[in-house]
């Protein structure tokens, strides 16, 4: 049974307003990461929103999800977190650094994943599928948090 952490990595946006969001609903993010000017989403290959990518606890990308969570794949989406301790044939997580929203600390990728599945969740303020999605993120949250792990 693996724990959970997620990343947001607030693409392209205004941070103001991403706090402003994230007082209001309920924050699911570990750790928000800055990327104002698309680094690390060109990194991660990422050209639209929202993405998400699995990180295994050894650091390798396991899925990407190209789309909003919903309640339609939510299930298959948790069942790929399960499973991705397993998989062997994978792509190593690309390596990034960045600026922590709320402190603005530096955060580097690879010292942060602690050992623990990562979700890396490519979202903004000004795209309406990452705020409708934020609702399953919490949920895989709590899911992870109740059942200690998942």
Not at 15 to 39: G, M, Q, R
Not at 47 to 64: A, C, D, E, M
Not at 68 to 75: A, F, G, S, V
Not at 80 to 85: G, P, T
Request: with cysteine; hydrophobic share 35%.
């Amino acid at each position: 049974m693996s724990t959970l952490k997620i990343i947001g990595i607030n693409y392209k946006d205004n941070f103001h307003k991403t706090e402003k969001l994230l007082s209001e609903k309920e924050n699911p993010y570990s750790e928000i990461i800055k990327d104002p000017t698309a680094v690390i989403g060109i990194e991660w290959d990422v050209h639209k929103l929202p993405q998400t990518f699995i990180v295994n606890s050894k650091g390798f990308i396991t899925y990407r999800l190209r789309g909003p969570i919903t309640e339609k794949n939510y299930r298959e989406f948790c069942l790929n977190i399960k499973e991705s301790e397993d998989i062997t044939l994978i792509k190593p997580a690309p390596v990034f650094k960045g600026k922590t929203l709320r402190e603005n600390k530096t955060f580097i990728s690879t010292e942060e994943w602690g050992n623990q599945t990562t979700l890396v969740n490519f979202f903004a303020t000004w795209c309406a599928p990452c705020i409708e999605e934020l609702v399953f993120l919490k949920k895989l949250m709590d899911q992870n948090e109740s059942h200690n792990g998942f």
